[in-house]
């Protein structure tokens, strides 16, 4: 099959302006469409900062980050805006709304489409059956553990069937049985032809992709 770059990572150097440390020296990697895409590295090495570029948080460099061959730091907030609506994002600080329930967490990227209350109670069902939060619906966020926050910010990355996921940490907080539920939710998107960037330092599991899946690997030093 042919390989067809959806992103590209070229040359990245940056730093942040308070802070001494350079991140990436000369970051390059390519992220191709239909991929399971791994990246790893030390803690600090600038994974989260490099998903804040990806999706348009925080302005990356000029030429360095490219989605469809298209330079990212050219975006307007429109493009920014189509491009969110098209991704699904595993924060790894979570990002979710804490005062609101599951449900409403859930279901808030659906409000970019015009669906019915059928069809949204369908999907909020389907997904919390699969990352198997079901019985947490209407509980306000606030009032869970950080494992059960990291799995509904995997249900509301997952509600609209993204093309695109990326998943920061996603396993961060979790034992080893939902870690392998997590790992194996990803891998099924990416079967059903989801490109999937994962990042994480979880050893546990990357062992258990790559004896599942196949994936490329991308260590930042
Ligand atoms: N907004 C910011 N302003 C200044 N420095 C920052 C900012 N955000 C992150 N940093 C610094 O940039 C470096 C990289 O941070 P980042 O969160 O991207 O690392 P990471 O690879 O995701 O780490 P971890 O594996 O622990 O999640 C760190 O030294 C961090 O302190
Ligand atoms: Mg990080």
Redesign the pocket.
Known sequence: MNKIPLIEVKNLSR?????P?P?FENLSFTVDMNEFFVLT????????????FMIGK?APPEKTIFFNNQDISTFTSEDIQVLRKWLGIVF?DYQLLEDLSVRDNVTYPLHLYELGESIIEGKLKQVLEKVNIKHLLDTPVKLLSAGEKQKVSLARALIHDPEFIIA??PT?NLDRENTQIVADILIAANKAGTTVFL?T?DIHLLNYLKEKHAIKLHV?R
């Open positions: 730093g942040y302006w308070d802070n440390t991140l590295g030390k803690s600090g090495t600038g994974k989260t900062t490099l998903v804040n925080l790894q920061d940490e961060g990042i330092h930042i």
